[in-house]
């Protein structure tokens, strides 16, 4: 079972907002997780977005837009990235990221569609 | 500003070795953790290892399909971070990336290709 699952894919339209999710398997408490996320477009390496365990502990990337922001949902066992305001320039791939078991490990990634 | 410059990327046959390298700036690798992270085609992100500061012990963890075949090692003098492949397979082809520890700054990558 992997541990970390995004949707393959997701789209919205311009202006909208969007959650992307990362969700844990049960037995694994998100909890106690600091979730990465990333933008990865074509040609490009993947740029750090932010990282999110609480509000209390928390990290923006560096010139990362505040449209972006991450958050939890404990009855889904799930990180979440909000995007608001989408821009076309949005449209990319993004993956979560977690330190478990002494490894880091993404998700399978989610293809983010603005349409 | 951070910069991480990889290179030693290439074609090599399977059961090959390849030493890729990666020329840090903006930042004093003898502090940092770095690691390396990379991408087959048509696939996602996948984390290959790290390696801790001096001060932390220096030590390095890999993911379980690189374990016993990559080393990660640095010369500090040369700002230089490496990767050490051996006993490649055509499963280890992606564009690698090396990091900084957790993964922040990033650097253009290099592809490895291992075929016949």
């Known amino acids: 079972q992997a541990v970390l699952t995004q949707p393959s894919s997701l789209s919205a339209s311009p202006g909208a907002s969007v959650s992307l999710t990362c969700t844990l398997p049960s037995g694994i408490n998100v909890g106690t997780f600091r979730i990465y996320w990333y933008q990865r477009k074509p040609g490009s390496p993947p740029q750090y977005l932010l990282r999110y365990k609480s509000d209390s502990d928390k990290q923006q990337g560096s010139g990362v837009p505040s449209r972006f922001s991450g958050s939890k949902d404990a009855s889904a066992n799930a990180g979440i990235l909000l995007i608001s305001g989408l821009q076309s320039e949005d449209e990319a791939d993004y993956y979560c990221?977690?330190?478990?078991?002494?490894?880091?490990?993404f998700g399978g990634g989610t293809k983010l569609t603005v349409v | 500003e951070v910069q991480l410059v990889e290179s030693g990327g290439g074609l090599v046959e399977p059961g090959g070795s390849l030493r890729l390298s990666c020329t840090v700036s903006?930042?004093?690798?003898?502090?940092?953790?770095m690691s390396w992270v990379r991408q087959a085609p048509g696939k996602g992100l996948e984390w290959v290892g790290r390696i801790k500061n001096k001060a932390d012990g220096g030590t390095a963890d890999y993911a379980a399909p690189v374990e016993g075949r990559f080393t990660i090692s640095r010369d500090e003098s040369k700002n230089t971070l490496y990767l050490q492949m051996s006993s490649l397979t055509i499963e280890d082809t992606a564009v690698y990336y090396c990091?900084?520890?957790?993964?922040?700054?990033w650097g253009q990558g290099t592809l490895v290709i291992v075929s016949t």
């Open positions: 990091t900084t520890d957790p993964p922040r700054d």
């Open positions: 903006g930042f004093t690798l003898s502090n940092a953790w």
């Open positions: 990221m977690v330190w478990h078991i002494s490894a880091w490990v």
